[in-house]
């Protein structure tokens, strides 16, 4: 067993409170994210608050799924699926209102002293039903 799955618990329970409070505590103050989909490169903390309230104040029952997780403890690379159902369109996604959406992808994540440092997200549409 890796360092990462240590992890694993922590990243699913945070992400799925759907809590932004509690998913900020996560990360560094000085953290930077990197969201390719939604456009978001090198973004501050302040920003990933903003991309966090957006995602579920958009999508009704955003669920992450695991699928694969490995790294040491400086580095997690967190492969997963975000289910959701989309409350308003997305014409840049491809996406309807009402369509049931999975994005896949893989997020790499650099700790530092138990924080997220780093984000850099590669997800992409795999089904929109």
């Given at each position: 067993?890796t360092?990462a799955?240590?992890?694993i618990?922590?990243?699913e329970s945070?992400f799925n409170?759907l809590?932004?409070?509690?998913?900020?505590?996560?990360y560094?103050?000085?953290?930077?994210?990197?969201a390719?989909?939604?456009?978001?490169?090198?973004?501050?903390k302040?920003?990933?608050?903003?991309?966090y309230?957006?995602?579920?104040?958009?999508?009704?029952?955003v669920?992450?799924?695991?699928?694969?997780?490995s790294?040491t403890p400086?580095?997690?690379?967190?492969?997963c699926?975000?289910?959701?159902?989309?409350?308003?369109?997305?014409?840049?996604?491809?996406?309807?209102?009402?369509e049931?959406v999975?994005?896949?992808g893989v997020?790499?994540?650099?700790?530092?002293?138990?924080?997220i440092?780093?984000?850099?997200?590669?997800?992409?549409?795999v089904?929109?039903?």
């Amino acid at each position: 067993m890796t360092a990462a799955h240590g992890v694993i618990a922590i990243l699913e329970s945070t992400f799925n409170s759907l809590d932004v409070d509690n998913i900020l505590a996560l990360y560094a103050d000085d953290a930077k994210l990197t969201a390719h989909l939604f456009g978001l490169g090198n973004v501050d903390k302040m920003h990933i608050r903003a991309f966090y309230a957006d995602l579920f104040a958009s999508n009704d029952g955003v669920e992450f799924v695991t699928r694969c997780i490995s790294g040491t403890p400086d580095l997690v690379v967190w492969e997963c699926d975000v289910r959701c159902r989309a409350r308003r369109e997305s014409a840049a996604l491809g996406i309807a209102r009402g369509e049931a959406v999975v994005l896949r992808g893989v997020s790499l994540l650099s700790w530092r002293e138990g924080l997220i440092a780093e984000q850099k997200d590669y997800f992409h549409v795999v089904r929109a039903s």
